[in-house]
């Protein structure tokens, strides 16, 4: 049995849990209980705040755990990284009054900077050759300047509009960061072996992201044509029709680039051409 601590409430615990069902392990939603067992896999689910997550894990109370490398990377916290998940993408910025006229790093000198994330900004100015004064805050990092807390902000972003809505300009992305699945260090042989079946199941949900299934009926002639368009895992498959010189053909695309590809195959004459969605990849 190996335990995964995930966040109870936030952003990113939707799609912890819903990575989880998707690679068939079901555990309850963090109601009242906050310690899930599956029926489906031997894993439980711990429901945490996400900062205490990186130290949870690497103490060892739990195996694994779903949080952004932003946290992990502020708590300094030795523990494996398994993957990337492709959720809960974001950035830790610097930012400014909008009316700041900051042309550089050389503006922060002797500025107050407001931030939850002191660590990873003392490193990044320590870096730079930057001397400032940073201001922990642990909520509402984006009102300090207007509140005469903090001449400067440093936060996470991800669209920019609370910025814009707090009248902040960003001015340097210093940290990308995604949800990640990281594991307790010194894992013994039967705890790798449950986490080694998780990875191939994740890494089949991960391949099948933002992938489109095709199957159209094709002139044979426009065979080599449609495979030149068509770059499939191997090949495309090809099947003959009952009607003479015509043939199908099954391939699987990019999402993105589905509309460029529905018009080329269509002027080289494919017909009836079916988009599904492709629920796993297993390669
Ligand atoms: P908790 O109560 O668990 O401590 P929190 O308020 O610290 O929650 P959330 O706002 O739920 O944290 O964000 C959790 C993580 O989601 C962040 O640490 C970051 O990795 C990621 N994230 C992605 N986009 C954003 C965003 N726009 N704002 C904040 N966090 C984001
Ligand atoms: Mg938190």
Redesign the pocket.
């Known amino acids: 049995m190996i335990r995964i601590a995930i966040?109870?409430?936030?952003?990113?615990?939707e799609e912890s849990l819903s990575l989880l069902q998707d690679i068939g392990i079901e555990v309850d939603a963090p109601k009242r209980k906050l310690l899930s067992k599956s029926q489906t896999f031997p894993i439980e689910a711990l429901y945490?705040?996400?900062?205490?997550?990186p130290r949870v894990v690497s103490g060892g109370s739990a195996t694994l755990g779903i949080?952004?490398?932003?946290?992990i990377e502020e708590k300094g916290a030795d523990v494996t990284i398994l993957c990337r998940l492709g959720?809960?993408?974001?950035r830790l910025s610097l930012a400014v009054p909008k009316g700041e006229s900051c042309d550089g790093l050389g503006w922060f000198s002797g500025k107050r900077i407001a931030t939850?994330y002191p660590n990873i900004l003392r490193k990044y100015l320590d870096e730079k050759g930057i001397d400032a004064k940073i201001e922990v805050i642990t909520?509402s990092v984006e009102i300090a300047p207007a509140v005469g807390i903090a001449d400067a902000i440093f936060?996470?972003?991800?669209?920019g509009s609370?910025l814009i809505a707090n009248g902040l300009r960003e001015v340097e992305t210093v940290f990308e960061?995604?949800?990640v699945l990281i594991a307790r260090r010194d894992l013994d042989a039967e705890e790798q072996a449950l986490i080694d079946d998780l990875l191939f199941r994740i890494e089949s949900e991960t391949v099948s992201r933002g992938k489109k299934y095709l199957l159209m009926n094709l002139p044979q002639s426009s065979l080599d044509e449609a495979i030149r368009i068509l770059p499939a895992m191997r090949s495309p498959t090809v099947m003959p029709l009952a009607s003479p010189g015509w043939c199908s053909l099954h391939s699987v695309i990019d999402a993105a680039d589905l509309w460029t590809k529905v018009r080329q195959l269509k002027a080289i004459g494919a017909e009836g051409i079916l988009v599904m969605d492709v629920d796993k990849i297993i390669l």
């Open positions: 966040q109870s409430k936030g952003r990113l615990n945490l705040r996400d900062d205490d997550i949080v952004g490398l932003n946290e959720f809960g993408t974001c939850s909520g936060d996470i972003v991800s669209s609370t960061s995604e949800a």
